[in-house]
C-alpha cells in the first residue's frame, strides 16, 4: 500500500548550473538524464563517461561524483524517498533497478532512441507538486513508466530476474528487506520458503549480485547509515535497532562498507 506521509519526490529540478564533484551520497534514489553536453561519473571504482541523452541510475547511499567534461552540461535531476517509492512500485524486477546495485550494474543507459519520452517524463515529475491531489500515485505513475521504458529499451537488464524460481527468491528478498532489523537465520527462511541453502545462495546471488548473508548485511548497514546520518540516537543504539548484536563487528562491518568509522561518518556529515 503506497505511503502518504511523505511526498515520493524529494527533488526534482533541470539545471545548467555547476555540479558537486566530490565523493558523496544521497538518502534517497537519483535519476538523473544528461540533455545535453557530457559528464564523468565514478561510482566507487567504476568510471562512466555519460554523453548527451544518458540516463543515469544511483541507489540510496550509493557513493559517487560527477565531473562536466564539456563547456555546455544540462540534466534533469529527480531524488526519491526510499521508502515511498519502495511502497509505490509493485513490481520487484522493476525496483531492483533502482536498489542495491550488484557490482556488475551498468549505472549509464543510452536512451537516445527515446529521448522525446524520457524528457518529457522528467519535464512531468520536475512540474509534479506535493499539493497536487494524488500526487503519489501521480509519482508513482511516473517512476513506473521511466522504468518500463528503460526495461523495453534493454531488456538484458532483467536477464537476471528472469529465472524459472524468480518469486520465491524475490519472496524471500521482499523478507529481508522487511525484517532486516529482527534476528534472522537463513536457514529458518530457507525452511520457510522450501528451498535449500545451497540452491538459496547460488540463485540469490544471481539475482541481486550478493549472499543473502551478504545482503541483509548491506541492508542494515545502509539503514544504520542513513539513521546515523538524519539522528543524533547513540551510534550503539542504532546498531542494535538495525539488527546487529554486537557493536564491534557493526563498527568493523561499517568501516569495511563505507571506509570509515560510524562516528567519522557522522561527523564527515554534520
Not at 165 to 189: G, M, N, T, W, Y
Amino acid at each position: 500500500m503506497l505511503q502518504s506521509d511523505r511526498f515520493m519526490i524529494s527533488s526534482a529540478v533541470y539545471s545548467t548550473g555547476p555540479v558537486r564533484n566530490d565523493f558523496h551520497h544521497h538518502n534517497e534514489y537519483e535519476l538523473l538524464f544528461v540533455e545535453d553536453g557530457s559528464v564523468t561519473l565514478q561510482v566507487g571504482r567504476k568510471t562512466y563517461t555519460a554523453g548527451r541523452d544518458t540516463l543515469i541510475l544511483l541507489a540510496n547511499l550509493e557513493q559517487h561524483s560527477l565531473s562536466p567534461c564539456s563547456q555546455t552540461y544540462s540534466r534533469y535531476c529527480v531524488t526519491l524517498h526510499v521508502p515511498v517509492t519502495d511502497s509505490a512500485i509493485q513490481e520487484p524486477e522493476l525496483l531492483s533497478l533502482l536498489k542495491n546495485h550488484s557490482d556488475t550494474f551498468v549505472h549509464c543507459i543510452d536512451v537516445a532512441s527515446i529521448r522525446d519520452t524520457v524528457v518529457d517524463i522528467f519535464r512531468r515529475m520536475t512540474l509534479c507538486r506535493e499539493e497536487f491531489p494524488y500526487a503519489n500515485q501521480l509519482a508513482a505513475c511516473y517512476v513506473t513508466e521511466l522504468l518500463i521504458h528503460i526495461c523495453a529499451l534493454y531488456p538484458a537488464l532483467q536477464e537476471q530476474t528472469a529465472l524459472s524460481c524468480r518469486s520465491r527468491i524475490l519472496a524471500v528478498q521482499k523478507h529481508l528487506d522487511q525484517h532486516f532489523a529482527e534476528p534472522l537465520r537463513i536457514a529458518e527462511i530457507c525452511s520457510q520458503y522450501y528451498i535449500s541453502n545451497h540452491y538459496l545462495t547460488h540463485q540469490f546471488k544471481e539475482l541481486t549480485g550478493y549472499s543473502p548473508k551478504q545482503y541483509l548485511t548491506l541492508l542494515r548497514l545502509k539503514h544504520a547509515a542513513i539513521l546515523i546520518h538524519d539522528t543524533q540516537d547513540p551510534i550503539s543504539e542504532i546498531a542494535f535497532s538495525c539488527g546487529f548484536s554486537d557493536i564491534n563487528n557493526f563498527t568493523k562491518q561499517f568501516k569495511r562498507e563505507y571506509g570509515c568509522t560510524p562516528t567519522a561518518f557522522r561527523a564527515r556529515n554534520l
